[in-house]
């Protein structure tokens, strides 16, 4: 298959989602318990701070970033936060248990997006659940479209990420197909992201690497 077909991979993959509520952690003990939100997934506030490590799964090269709730924007009408990381800016708003993520003037390999829209959790579905958003992309006269399938995968669970136990985890599995001549050909399972509940994203397991989180700092 060629290269370009491929593109999904790294550019979906690398629109991830961060969350929280007011609270620091420290590397020691149990994450502290956050009260239930109608968002709790995502209860994004200002001025909060998260710092994740990704660990190439080959090379074993570590890299760190952070990301910041920088304040809120106006998107058709609707308010989404502003979360900006050391490469990208994303944008995120939550309605009754569904969480909407957008980015813009995104690229990859020649291929380019004004924006790219999608649900990437809902937390209000049983597990095993099974939703579906489409992205396009351009590449001079080439147009493609990607099918993106996620699947609630694992929910209510514990997951121990670094010394710390997350409680009230959701996991979801992002896979993805593309028309190639008119024939659908899977693009495999692209990432599957873990959720806490009070915090937000924990953790992004990929072919080629893993992201965690290390620490946040969530301000009122």
């Given at each position: 298959?060629?290269?370009k077909?491929?593109?999904p991979?790294?550019?979906?993959?690398?629109?991830?989602?961060?969350?929280?509520?007011k609270?620091e952690?420290?590397?020691e003990?149990?994450p502290p318990?956050?009260p239930?939100?109608?968002c709790?997934?995502?209860?994004y506030t200002?001025?909060?701070a998260?710092?994740f490590?990704n660990?190439?799964?080959s090379?074993?090269d570590?890299?760190?970033f952070?990301?910041?709730?920088?304040?809120d924007t106006?998107?058709?009408?609707?308010?989404?936060?502003?979360?900006a990381?050391d490469t990208a800016?994303t944008y995120?708003h939550?309605?009754?248990?569904s969480?909407h993520q957008?980015?813009?003037?995104?690229?990859?390999?020649?291929?380019t997006?004004d924006?790219?829209?999608s649900?990437y959790?809902k937390?209000?579905?049983?597990?095993?659940?099974t939703w579906?958003?489409?992205?396009?992309?351009?590449n001079g006269?080439?147009?493609?479209?990607v099918y993106?399938?996620?699947t609630?995968t694992?929910?209510?669970?514990?997951?121990?990420?670094?010394d710390?136990d997350?409680?009230?985890?959701?996991?979801v599995?992002l896979?993805a197909t593309?028309k190639?001549?008119g024939?659908?050909?899977?693009?495999?399972?692209?990432?599957t992201?873990?959720?806490?509940?009070?915090?937000?994203?924990?953790?992004?397991d990929?072919?080629t690497?893993t992201?965690?989180?290390?620490?946040?700092?969530?301000?009122p």
């Amino acid at each position: 298959m060629p290269q370009k077909y491929f593109w999904p991979l790294a550019m979906i993959s690398g629109l991830i989602l961060w969350a929280a509520c007011k609270k620091e952690v420290s590397r020691e003990g149990e994450p502290p318990t956050a009260p239930a939100t109608t968002c709790s997934y995502a209860p994004y506030t200002t001025g909060s701070a998260y710092n994740f490590e990704n660990v190439n799964n080959s090379t074993k090269d570590t890299t760190r970033f952070s990301v910041n709730i920088t304040g809120d924007t106006i998107i058709n009408g609707l308010v989404y936060k502003k979360l900006a990381s050391d490469t990208a800016t994303t944008y995120d708003h939550c309605d009754n248990g569904s969480y909407h993520q957008m980015v813009r003037g995104i690229s990859y390999e020649g291929y380019t997006a004004d924006s790219v829209m999608s649900i990437y959790l809902k937390d209000n579905v049983p597990a095993g659940a099974t939703w579906s958003d489409t992205v396009t992309v351009k590449n001079g006269a080439d147009q493609q479209t990607v099918y993106l399938t996620y699947t609630i995968t694992q929910k209510g669970v514990v997951k121990k990420v670094y010394d710390l136990d997350y409680t009230d985890v959701i996991g979801v599995r992002l896979s993805a197909t593309v028309k190639v001549l008119g024939i659908p050909v899977s693009l495999g399972t692209l990432a599957t992201n873990y959720y806490a509940k009070g915090v937000g994203l924990i953790q992004i397991d990929q072919p080629t690497d893993t992201t965690r989180l290390r620490d946040y700092n969530i301000e009122p």
